[in-house]
């Protein structure tokens, strides 16, 4: 610390030298007791604390810049992980971008045979309905036919009727028993 002098009017060449000896006056008086229990503490808590603080600022300093390095570190991990990450997901972007364009694949097909299902059935449909219809065009014309000319079994049993009256015409009495076959067949 710098000595600060008293600067007054009437100054003598001697009050500078004096102050200075003052202080140096004060300091022969205190270094017996430097050399006392006391002192020594004192002393020693002085060095002590000379000591820590050196180290003391030096670690603050380190650990200032080891938290920065780490923080920069950390940023460079996580730029490192993002990077790693990405790499590691464009393998499952690239199936995922795959399986996307089979389902829409598989859904335009789907669609086109869902189509052609609805097209085939709209034609089924259609083709039960002429059938249906034509049976019906049957079932009319058979109702017509079977009321002017009667059922099948009826005409059958008319032509067997015929054919026993044609044949007893035709052999007369005394052959008649032969024409009784067709009453075995008129009769199954």
Known sequence: SAIVYKVSSTLRPCDNLLCVCSHSCVVFLLLPQFFSKRGRQALMAYAFILAITGPAKNTLQNMGILSQSLACGQEQLKSA???????????????????????????????????????????????????????????????????????????????????????????????????????LVQSV
Not at 140 to 159: A, D, H, S, W, Y
């Open 81 to 183: 992980v993002r990077q790693v990450v990405e790499a590691i997901k464009k393998p499952f972007y690239a199936i995922r971008d795959a399986i996307r364009t089979v389902v829409k694949s598989i859904k335009v097909i789907v669609k086109k045979i869902k189509d052609v299902l609805l097209r085939i059935k709209r034609i089924v449909l259609t083709i039960v309905r002429v059938i249906k219809a034509a049976f019906q065009f049957l079932g009319k014309i058979l109702n017509i036919c079977n009321k002017e000319l009667g059922t099948p079994f009826q005409r059958c049993m008319r032509v067997f009727e015929e054919a026993i009256l044609d044949c007893n015409a035709k052999l007369g009495p005394l052959f008649s028993w032969l024409c009784s076959i067709t009453y």
